[in-house]
């Protein structure tokens, strides 16, 4: 059973049009947001440069952090050949 469908009038058309003209952009409002458009994307490239700068300095740091990880390791590892060394010698000298 389909329901019976009701007839669109000039009065519906109209005041469909008349919501449509009330809620749309004007030439102003498109003006308006492209402004405020222009300053934002400015905003957000300064904020690009900005991440930049600080990504290579994370990345400077990271290297430095690699590097003493590095000489910490390696100093580790003298520290117990030298350690080993010592408790041979003192074995031999008596100690």
Known sequence: MMASRKRLTLGDVGSMLEHVVQHMATKEDLEEINKTLDAHTKTLGEHTKILGEHTKILGEH?????TIKNDVKV????RLQLEVRVTRLEKKVGV
């Open 75 to 78: 100093g580790l590892d003298k």
């Open 62 to 66: 990271t290297r430095d952090l690699n």
